[in-house]
């Protein structure tokens, strides 16, 4: 069993930065790939990012690609979402995951509020 909770979500302007923490409890993180997904107000829950158990593989929706960076700390648990240069639509609730392999989740946290204002 695996417990997310992220924190670092906020209010910032657009061209501004954030950075998401998730921090997660079991002693199998190591294993997990994480990931981040966002869910905006209307709209379905979409992929951000993902990291590989070894941190070695990355992937990136191609609309965060070049401006969010994912890596992860597998010494204190926890993975990390570097998001530079938003933009109003990157305002979402942004909700780590946690799972076996790319694409396969089993495992979600509750989200973190990132508004982006104009």
């Known amino acids: 069993q695996v417990q997310l909770v992220e924190s670092g979500g906020g209010l910032v302007q657009a061209g501004g930065s954030l950075r998401l923490s998730c921090a997660a409890s079991?002693?199998?993180?190591?294993?997990?790939?994480m990931g981040w997904f966002r869910q905006a107000p209307g709209k379905e829950r979409e992929f951000v990012a993902a990291?590989?158990?070894?941190?070695?593989?990355?992937y990136y929706a191609d609309s965060v690609k070049g401006r969010f960076t994912i890596s992860r700390d597998n010494a204190k648990n926890t993975v990390y979402l570097q998001m530079n240069s938003l933009k109003p639509e990157d305002t979402a609730v942004y909700h780590c995951?946690?799972?076996?392999?790319?694409?396969?989740?089993?495992?979600w946290g509750q989200g973190t509020q990132v508004t982006v204002s104009s």
């Open positions: 990291i590989s158990w070894s941190g070695g593989i990355t």
């Open positions: 995951n946690a799972g076996p392999h790319y694409g396969k989740y089993d495992y």
């Open positions: 079991g002693r199998t993180f190591t294993t997990y790939t």
